[in-house]
């Protein structure tokens, strides 16, 4: 299922622990609906299916495979993208997007490639809190890494609108294979289980990342893509695996910091 939050996930006290955290908003009803991480002034990224117009996707055969026609799409008008920028203060500055940027090999069905870009219309300004987060410069995927997951999302598997909670949470890095279950194909992702009973991404977050902390710097590993239909149930998550985009990512974003 996808829209996987954090469930069994701890809330975050101090928004500047991870200070590339950003919300995906739909503009009319100002709902949470998905996340993403600010690799760059200008760029939010995030999973393909964000990106969708789930309405539309469902009944037309067009967009039910890769190459995905424009209409496919939510058009940028019709959302923002929110972040914080005080360590304590709870309060959501929200920017205009530009023009998104599924993966032009994402297929919805299958679940493939999913992974994408937001651009901003104005860029934000980037200090110690919002700032972006690292790009994996090699492939640090290894299995039995402990990795972090972090995101806005439902505070009840149920709820039907996003909350303006941030949660994290601890996983641990397992064999594609254990994702096949998800009935998906294996290849360019990573595979996540909880470290705790019932922790894991769940419904509300897809498109946040998964992270490493090396050298006192956090690494963007993975976008979070999809999970089992029950909320922190004990099988792992699939995430896109970003390193293995990295050349996409850079033939488009044109200001991604460096160290």
């Known amino acids: 299922m996808l829209r996987p939050i954090i469930a069994g996930g701890t809330k975050v006290k101090r928004f500047d622990k991870y200070p590339f955290e950003a919300a995906i908003i739909e503009a009319d009803s100002e709902t949470i609906y998905c996340g993403g991480v600010i690799i760059s002034s200008k760029f939010i990224l995030t999973a393909a299916h964000c990106l969708t117009n789930d309405l539309i996707v469902k009944s037309r055969a067009k967009c039910q495979t890769w190459n995905m026609p424009k209409e496919c799409f939510r058009a940028p008008k019709t959302m923002r993208i929110g972040y914080i920028n005080h360590p304590t203060q709870e309060i959501m500055h929200k920017k205009r997007v530009l023009r998104t940027i599924p993966h032009p090999y994402y297929n919805a069905v299958k679940i493939t490639n999913d992974i994408g870009l937001i651009e901003l219309v104005n860029p934000i300004v980037c200090l110690d809190l919002p ?19 972090a995101g806005w999302g439902y505070s009840e598997e149920e709820a039907l609108n996003g909350q303006t909670v941030l949660t994290e949470g601890k996983v641990i890095q397992v064999p594609p294979t254990d994702c096949g279950y998800l009935m998906i ?19 509300g977050d897809s498109g946040s990342g998964i992270f490493a902390l090396r050298d006192f710097n956090y690494y963007v590993l993975g976008v979070t893509s999809i999970g089992p ?28 910091p460096t160290i």
């Not at 194909?185 to 419904?203: D, F, V």
């Open 131 to 149: 700032r972006p987060i690292c790009l994996p410069t090699r492939n640090f995927s290894k299995l039995g890494n402990e990795l972090i997951i």
């Open 185 to 203: 194909p294996t290849e360019r992702i990573l595979c996540a289980r909880g470290m705790k009973s019932r922790q894991a991404s769940c419904q």
């Open 229 to 256: 239909i029950e909320c922190g149930f004990e099988h792992p998550d699939a995430y896109t695996d970003v390193y293995a985009y990295m050349d996409w990512i850079k033939s488009i974003v044109k200001d991604i």
